[in-house]
């Protein structure tokens, strides 16, 4: 048995004395499908839902009581606040894991801590999250320039990822031999494929100025990928989101 670190909103849950215990039990995803049974026939009809199930994550603290603490009641409290969602509604938020060597979940806490004190300075502390069913490349959030060159997803899962132009007028991106345009563009420009949007900010939406193939947004597949852009634009770049099923 081992030990690792929990990092959300920037900080560690070692600022709090509490420490992961590892391997984990982990959960895993599973395709969400569902059976239809016919009558006469053997076997059932298979319906896919063409995605994979969210998980739920149980985690276990060791937690030795930092000396700033006077007792397991501000402890608690302190603990409870950090992972605690920030925004008005709750959503999925990036937790990292240093066992998982850059890789993270996008989760949000499911069930609060529970304080198992052991003695004076000592507890364990459980916590779930629920998980989305893929782990996300930690690099592959970050914004990079497109690049004119084949890009290749290193992983076996479609990615889906947000692109950003900066320009005006018409643009025409095409990825993977399919056109996707975009129409009367002011200033600048989102595309989100994992949240299907199109968009200048959060409150102004362009998902009517665009015409997208099969009313489908891009997708990156497993190995080599083309993206090329055309219009009057000074910055292309994306977040590529590679991503791999908890499987």
């Known amino acids: 048995m081992s030990y690792g670190r929990l990092i959300y909103h920037n900080k560690s849950s070692t600022y709090f004395g509490a420490r992961v215990v590892f391997p984990l039990v982990q959960a895993t995803t599973k395709r969400n499908v569902s059976l239809t049974q ?33 007792d397991w009641f501000t402890w608690g409290m302190d603990f409870g606040d950090w992972l605690t ?21 996008e ?19 459980t916590m779930s999250l629920v998980c989305k069913p893929f782990l996300i490349d930690d690099e592959s959030i970050k914004y990079q320039p497109v690049s004119t060159l084949p890009i290749y997803n290193p992983t076996q899962y479609n990615s889906l990822p947000l692109f950003h132009i900066v320009g005006n007028g018409d643009f025409t991106m095409t990825v993977n031999g399919l056109d996707y345009q975009f129409k009367d563009t002011d200033d600048e420009l989102f ?10 900010s959060l409150t102004e939406r362009r998902t009517s100025r665009a015409i997208l193939p099969n009313h489908e947004y891009p997708q990156l597949i497993p190995g080599k990928n083309t993206i090329s852009l055309s219009g009057n634009y000074s910055k292309f770049e994306y977040q590529p989101r590679w991503r791999r099923a908890i499987v």
Do not use: M
């Not at 896919?48 to 603490?69: A, G, K, M, S």
């Not at 494929?193 to 200048?200: A, H, I, N, Q, T």
């Open 38 to 70: 016919v009558v006469g026939v053997n076997g059932s009809y298979i319906n896919d839902n063409l995605n994979y199930t969210d998980i739920t994550q149980q985690i276990t603290f060791i937690v030795e009581r930092p000396i700033f603490y006077k």
């Open 85 to 105: 969602c920030k925004d008005k509604f709750v959503k999925y938020e990036p937790f990292y894991f240093d066992h998982f060597r850059g890789w993270h979940w």
């Open 107 to 125: 989760a949000y806490v499911s069930e609060s801590p529970t304080v198992t004190p052991q003695s004076s300075n000592i507890a364990n502390v």
């Open 191 to 200: 595309i989100d494929s994992e949240k299907c949007l199109v968009y200048k």
